[in-house]
Antibody, heavy 122, light 110 residues
């Protein structure tokens, strides 16, 4: 079955860059059927969509984060990545990677990683 | 949140509950689909309902979804203790050009 696993530092200093990678198994990122997404959840709060990327490298970002955000894909490793620049304490959250939305059909996220907590603190 | 959910709902085992999700003319009212997720503490969300009223394989038919104009609902019948979790609705908002989520509803099985 499709599985996603986030990896990266759990602690980032303010003003630095948060970098995370999602490794996918059970599906190929190069399969044209889906976008691949990042979503975050602030402690005790709801979910916030960050953005998604297609295997070709096309990206769609949340306008509220766009100026600080870069996403990339490495199909040979079946991974996609997130870089968020100039972080502050407000970026402290659990970050999830997910499969979706699909190119056709309902624009839902059908598989999610377990999430990784990233704390921004000096 | 762009989509509004009640913070909490509760019900006894065997009973039914409904969780509402209220949007606006730029999301649910613009005919964008609504999707529902179930999340247990410390785990990633699980897709429960997609495309307003469709269940992924493996989701019990005790869970059902509906949508009408700017509102949507998730209904859970025959409540079980294992249903105790947080539930989130999700759609797309054209004015924000973003995928949006509700604030989440904590279901307590009494």
């Amino acid at each position: 079955q499709v599985q996603l696993q986030e990896s990266g530092p759990g602690l980032v200093k303010p003003s630095q860059t948060l970098s995370l990678t999602c490794t996918v198994s059970g599906d190929s990122i190069g399969n044209y059927g889906h976008f691949w997404s990042w979503i975050r959840q602030h402690p005790g709060k709801g979910l916030e969509w960050i953005g998604y990327i297609y295997y070709s490298g096309s990206t769609y970002y949340n306008p509220s984060l766009k100026s600080r955000l870069d996403m990339s894909v490495e199909t040979s490793k079946n991974q996609f990545s997130l870089k968020l620049r100039s972080v502050t304490a407000a970026d402290t959250a659990t970050y999830y990677c997910a499969r979706g939305p699909p190119l056709a059909g309902a624009a839902a996220y059908d598989h999610w990683g377990q999430g990784t907590l990233v704390t921004v603190s000096s | 949140s762009v989509l509004t959910q009640p913070p909490s709902v509760s019900g006894a085992p065997g009973q039914s509950v409904t969780i509402s999700c209220t949007g606006s003319s730029s999301n649910l009212g613009a005919n964008y689909d609504v999707h529902w997720y179930q999340q247990f503490p410390g785990t990633g969300p699980k897709l429960l309902i997609y495309g307003n009223n469709n269940r992924p394989s493996g989701v019990p038919d005790r869970f059902s979804g509906s949508k009408s104009d700017t509102s949507a609902s998730l209904a859970i019948t025959g409540l079980q203790a294992e249903d105790e979790a947080d539930y989130y609705c999700q759609s797309y908002d054209s004015s924000l050009s973003a995928s949006v989520f509700g604030g989440g509803t904590r279901l307590t099985v009494l």
